[in-house]
């Protein structure tokens, strides 16, 4: 699949080290296309030493005229401080996965995952309000999936992490946006025995290639047909987690969806036109 290049093509791309696996330049461009868009998405590998270089990368998205970019790992957070305006959710989420470059030049940093998350959950039939949820991690994406999940009025949230003051961290930064949100913190995987949640979801790294052997639970606590578990590793699919949840009979799905929503609301910020979420979605495949 090639996107023709014309001297009125507009660029955005992904800025991150390395770049190289990421499949987001290929559901960009798919989406494009299918929108009849003159733009194109390109990976930016940007290394983050020495540590001018995001700062050279993030200029040069105004000098040659971007429409705007992605951020991902290693600079989803030190970006922000080369940014002109942060969005509510960047604030809140403390990251910045899409740069907008406006018309004056002004770069404004958004945070696209927590919504893309619920807008995966809501399309996969999961309406989080009020209901229990069991989060297992508390780094950057644990964060983004707390703030979506705050917003949305859940009831209680257990937060459950291997390192417990990382997960008592990210519970003051939320309680510092929403006060009322009851947030419980546990041990994981120690003390998670208790099944008294509607949706479990995993925002560790346990299961991702090529850890793919392990999961982030206790195989002696089957999941029941009650429970939604999904697990935002996508890679492999399906990751040990979501195979084991759904021979527990629970309803068992992969952050792929997510992937999809967050690049398809980038796509919205950018081109002011709703992300064409089947294409991408299909662009990637399972
Ligand atoms: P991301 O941006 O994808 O969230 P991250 O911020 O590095 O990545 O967070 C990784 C999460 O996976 C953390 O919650 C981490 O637990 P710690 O805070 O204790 O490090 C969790 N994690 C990674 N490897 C793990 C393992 N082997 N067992 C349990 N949790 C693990």
Known sequence: MTNDITAHTQLVGLIGWPVGH?????????AFNASNLDWCYVPL??????????????????????????????????????????????QTIGAVNTIIVQKDGVLVGDNTDARGFIADLLANGMDPSRKRVLVLGAGGSARAVVTGLAEMNVNAIMLANRTVSKAEELTSAVHERYPDIDIEVVN????????DADLIVNCTSVGMEPDSHNMPWNRDIPFQAKHFVYDLVYNPSPTLLVRFASECGAHAVNGKGMLVWQGALAFECWTGHPGPVDVMKASIGD
């Open 188 to 195: 994981l995987p120690g003390d998670v025995s208790d099944l």
């Open 45 to 90: 590998a940007v290394p983050d030493d020495p540590p001018e270089r995001l700062a050279e990368a993030i200029h040069g998205l105004r000098a040659l005229s971007f429409r705007g970019a992605n951020v991902t790992v290693p600079h989803k957070q030190s970006v922000i401080q080369y940014l002109d305006e942060l969005t509510d959710a960047a």
């Open 22 to 30: 990421s499949i987001s330049p290929r559901m960009h461009n798919a």
